[in-house]
């Protein structure tokens, strides 16, 4: 099986800079997604292709990509960005798998 | 608009099986695959599998492999999920979900609990 590795947590202040990083061998020849979600709901996402966004998903959330590990970057983070952020990727035969979530406290 | 909506809460014995249904609408059902997630209390987000809505191919996490049916229902825009031998550990929520690039659509989650 494979695996997606995630910091549990990354900590900033309002109007700095948050960097999530995913990592997983499965990810030098698979495209990665990100997914925010935030407590109750479902979660929504906010980058595939490793880079690309979907309408209406803020300019300030971007994603990057090198080798076996993947970026989730906020840059000028708020407040309403605090969540738990996922990462994804569909393996081998089309077997999908998250990373164990990071949780982003901004204050 | 695109809407997935999910059968209500369930809460069943050890060793039981559930049924969660996910019913489609806005869109031609076989135009998406139709993925099932799971949420432990908690805990981080866990694929269990997919169906192809359109020939109703399947593809299983070797984790649930045995335990877990996905099928579909076509005239129904309907699929769903049977979980077997339940323990403890299933309790959860379990979403559905395109998981397409082209369209994200998620149900609103159905809360299994086994107890």
């Known amino acids: 099986s494979y695996e997606l590795t995630q910091p549990s947590s990354v900590s900033v202040s309002p109007g700095q800079t948050a960097r999530i990083t995913c990592s997983g061998d499965v990810l030098a020849r698979k495209y990665a997604r990100w997914f925010q979600q935030k407590p109750g709901q479902a979660p929504v996402l906010v980058i595939y292709?490793?880079?690309e966004r979907p309408s209406g998903i803020p300019e300030r959330i971007s994603g990057s990509s090198s080798g076996t590990t993947v970026t989730l970057t906020i840059s000028g983070a708020q407040v309403e960005d605090e969540a738990d952020y996922y990462c994804?990727?569909?393996?081998?035969?089309?077997?999908?798998?998250f990373g164990g979530g990071t949780k982003l406290t901004v204050l | 608009q695109v809407q997935l909506v999910q059968s209500g809460a369930e809460v069943k014995k050890p060793g039981a099986s559930v049924k969660v249904s996910c019913k489609a609408s806005?869109?031609?059902?076989?135009?998406?695959?139709i993925h099932w997630v799971r949420q432990a209390p908690g805990q981080s987000l866990e694929w269990m599998g997919w169906i192809n809505a359109g020939n109703g191919n399947t593809k299983y996490s070797q984790k649930f492999q045995g335990r877990v049916t996905i099928t579909r229902d076509t005239s129904a825009s309907t699929a769903y999920l049977e979980l077997s031998s339940l323990r403890s550990e299933d309790t959860a929520v379990y979403y559905c979900?395109?998981?397409?690039?082209?369209?994200?659509?998620w149900g609103q989650g159905s809360l299994v609990t086994v107890s």
């Open positions: 994804y990727s569909a393996a081998d035969n089309t077997e999908g798998v």
């Open positions: 979900t395109t998981l397409a690039v082209t369209g994200d659509y």
């Open positions: 806005g869109y031609t059902f076989t135009t998406y695959a």
């Open positions: 292709k490793d880079s």
